[in-house]
C-alpha cells in the first residue's frame, strides 16, 4: 500500500452516486470514443464535483488523455475521431450541434505536460485569452494579469520582468505561466494533463499547492502518472483501465479500501 504521508482527507466522502445537480461540474454519460475503428473508452459514466479536484490514474494508454480531451473537445481536432454519449455542462450537452467549441474552451481551459508558453513577452502570454476577446482597455488587462499571475503563484517572481520574453522564464515558472494563462479568462473548469510530469520536484511540489489553491474558485481535473500525487492534491480519484472505468471514489477510499482488485493491483504497483 502507498503511503499518504499527511494529506489525508478528513471531510465526509462525497457520495458520487446521488451527486445533486448543483454539485455537479459535469456529468459524463456513456462516452464512447473511437479513433477510427479503434475503441478507446468503454462506456465512461461519471459525474464531477463542482470545487474538487479529481485526478484520473491508470496505466499509460488507459484513455485518461483521450478522456480529458473529449471534455473541451480537443479531440474533434484529431481526424477519424467518433465520440458518441455525452457530457453535460450547467445542463447543456457539450456535444450537441448547437454548441459553440470557442465558447466552450473558454468555459474549459485545459493545460498540457510540457509548458508551452508562446513567443511573446509574460504579460503578452497571460493576457492573450483577453486580447482574443478583443479587450483593450489597459486597465482591465493590467488588472486580469495580476489577478491571473497572483492566483498562479508567480507575481511576486516576474512582476518586474513582465515584458520580458516567456521563454527567459524556468521551467516551472514557464508552467505556472500557463496556468496562468488559463485562469485569466476565468474559466469553470481547468484541465491538467500530467500538469507537472516534466519539471523538478521543488516546482512539482509549488504546483500541487497552486491546485490545492485552485479549487477554491474552480473544478480542477487531473490526469496523473503519479499515485502519491494524485493522493497529495486530489479530493477524489477515478481508476482506467484499458478504456473502462474501473473504480471512481473519493481519494482516501480508493487508496486506502479498493473495492475492485483491478485498482488494488495497481495501487500496491502489481502492473502499470
Ligand atoms: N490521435 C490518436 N490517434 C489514434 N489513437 C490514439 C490517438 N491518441 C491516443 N490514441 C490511442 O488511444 C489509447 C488511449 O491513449 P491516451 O493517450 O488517452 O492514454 P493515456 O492514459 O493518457 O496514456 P499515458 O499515460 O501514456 O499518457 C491508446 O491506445 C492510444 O494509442
Ligand atoms: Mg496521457
Same mark, same amino acid.
Given at each position: 500500500?502507498?503511503?499518504?504521508?499527511?494529506?489525508?482527507?478528513?471531510?465526509?466522502?462525497?457520495?458520487?452516486s446521488?451527486?445533486?445537480?448543483?454539485?455537479?461540474?459535469?456529468?459524463?454519460?456513456?462516452?464512447n470514443?473511437?479513433?477510427?475503428?479503434?475503441?478507446?473508452?468503454?462506456?465512461?459514466?461519471?459525474?464531477?464535483?463542482?470545487?474538487?479536484?479529481?485526478?484520473?490514474?491508470?496505466?499509460?494508454?488507459?484513455?485518461?488523455?483521450?478522456?480529458?480531451r473529449?471534455?473541451?473537445?480537443?479531440?474533434?481536432?484529431?481526424?477519424?475521431?467518433?465520440?458518441?454519449?455525452?457530457?453535460?455542462?450547467?445542463?447543456q450537452?457539450?456535444?450537441?450541434?448547437e454548441?459553440?467549441?470557442?465558447?466552450?474552451?473558454?468555459?474549459?481551459?485545459?493545460?498540457?505536460?510540457?509548458?508551452?508558453?508562446?513567443?511573446?513577452?509574460?504579460?503578452?502570454?497571460?493576457?492573450?485569452?483577453? *486580447? =482574443?476577446?478583443?479587450?483593450?482597455?489597459?486597465? @482591465?488587462?493590467? &488588472?486580469? !494579469?495580476?489577478?491571473?499571475?497572483?492566483?498562479? +503563484? $508567480?507575481?511576486?517572481?516576474?512582476?518586474?520582468?513582465?515584458?520580458?520574453?516567456?521563454f527567459?522564464?524556468?521551467?516551472?515558472?514557464?508552467q *505556472? =505561466?500557463?496556468?496562468?494563462?488559463?485562469i485569466? @479568462?476565468?474559466? &469553470?473548469? !481547468?484541465?491538467?494533463?500530467?500538469?507537472?510530469? +516534466? $519539471?523538478?520536484?521543488?516546482?512539482?511540489?509549488?504546483?500541487?499547492?497552486?491546485?490545492?489553491?485552485?479549487?477554491?474558485?474552480?473544478?480542477?481535473?487531473?490526469?496523473?502518472?503519479?499515485?502519491?500525487?494524485?493522493?497529495?492534491?486530489?479530493?477524489?480519484?477515478?481508476f482506467?483501465?484499458?478504456?473502462?472505468?474501473?473504480e471512481?471514489?473519493?481519494?482516501?477510499?480508493?487508496?486506502?479500501?479498493?473495492?475492485?482488485?483491478?485498482?488494488?493491483?495497481?495501487?500496491?504497483?502489481?502492473?502499470?
Amino acid at each position: 500500500m502507498i503511503s499518504l504521508g499527511s494529506h489525508l482527507h478528513s471531510s465526509n466522502p462525497l457520495d458520487l452516486s446521488s451527486l445533486p445537480d448543483d454539485q455537479t461540474a459535469l456529468s459524463i454519460r456513456n462516452l464512447n470514443l473511437y479513433y477510427d475503428t479503434n475503441q478507446v473508452l468503454f462506456n465512461i459514466t461519471m459525474r464531477i464535483p463542482k470545487g474538487k479536484v479529481t485526478a484520473f490514474i491508470g496505466p499509460s494508454g488507459c484513455g485518461k488523455s483521450t478522456l480529458l480531451r473529449c471534455i473541451n473537445r480537443m479531440n474533434d481536432l484529431v481526424e477519424g475521431t467518433r465520440v458518441s454519449g455525452e457530457i453535460i455542462l450547467q445542463g447543456q450537452n457539450i456535444y450537441a450541434p448547437e454548441v459553440e467549441v470557442p465558447v466552450l474552451r473558454r468555459r474549459i481551459g485545459m493545460v498540457f505536460q510540457r509548458p508551452n508558453p508562446f513567443p511573446k513577452s509574460i504579460y503578452e502570454n497571460v493576457i492573450y485569452g483577453l *486580447r =482574443l476577446q478583443r479587450i483593450k482597455d489597459r486597465r @482591465i488587462l493590467d &488588472e486580469a !494579469l495580476e489577478n491571473a499571475l497572483r492566483s498562479a +503563484a $508567480l507575481w511576486n517572481e516576474v512582476k518586474d520582468r513582465l515584458h520580458e520574453s516567456a521563454f527567459g522564464l524556468s521551467s516551472g515558472q514557464q508552467q *505556472r =505561466l500557463v496556468i496562468a494563462r488559463a485562469i485569466a @479568462i476565468e474559466p &469553470e473548469i !481547468l484541465l491538467l494533463d500530467e500538469p507537472t510530469s +516534466a $519539471l523538478d520536484p521543488i516546482s512539482t511540489l509549488t504546483i500541487e499547492e497552486l491546485i490545492n489553491d485552485l479549487k477554491r474558485k474552480y473544478t480542477v481535473l487531473i490526469v496523473t502518472h503519479n499515485m502519491q500525487q494524485s493522493a497529495r492534491v486530489s479530493d477524489l480519484t477515478a481508476f482506467f483501465n484499458q478504456g473502462k472505468l474501473v473504480e471512481y471514489a473519493d481519494t482516501d477510499t480508493l487508496f486506502t479500501t479498493p473495492k475492485s482488485k483491478q485498482t488494488e493491483d495497481y495501487i500496491t504497483g502489481r502492473y502499470g
